[in-house]
């Protein structure tokens, strides 16, 4: 059975960095695509980036582009996020998820396309 697992969140201040992974255990991280996705208190979740299985292809929100890095290790069977220039409205639980690799462009935005989902991590972003 596969399984997610995020780690690296926390307290930042605002203009801070965090580094999010997500290790996937019981199967192999290279058949899948992978994406990061959030969730702010009393809002939906949302979609924040996505990378196709052999990480050729990024997807971001307009509202993390240029901010946030997306990016895998097969090997280690790993997915990061990197987040930059952190903003109050960044504070959510983050959640990273699989998604089968017939999908693809306007299908990381569907979170009803994603199989398996993490436990998610709290970054919280203060001023």
């Known amino acids: 059975q596969v399984q997610l697992v995020e780690s690296g969140g926390g307290l930042v201040q605002a203009g801070g960095s965090l580094r999010l992974s997500c290790a996937l255990t019981?199967?192999?991280?290279?058949?899948?695509?992978l994406g990061w996705l959030r969730q702010a208190p009393g809002k939906e979740r949302e979609f924040v980036a996505g990378?196709?299985?052999?990480?050729?292809?990024?997807y971001y929100a307009d509202s993390v582009k240029g901010r946030f890095t997306i990016s895998r290790d097969n090997a280690k069977n790993t997915v990061y996020l990197q987040m930059n220039s952190l903003k109050l409205e960044d504070t959510a639980v983050y959640y990273c998820?699989?998604?089968?690799?017939?999908?693809?462009?306007?299908?990381?935005?569907?979170?009803?396309?994603?199989?398996?989902w993490g436990q998610g991590t709290q970054v919280t972003v203060s001023s």
């Open positions: 998820a699989t998604l089968r690799t017939e999908y693809s462009g306007g299908s990381y935005y569907d979170l009803s396309k994603y199989s398996f």
């Open positions: 990378i196709s299985y052999i990480g050729g292809n990024t």
């Open positions: 019981g199967g192999s991280l290279s058949v899948w695509s």
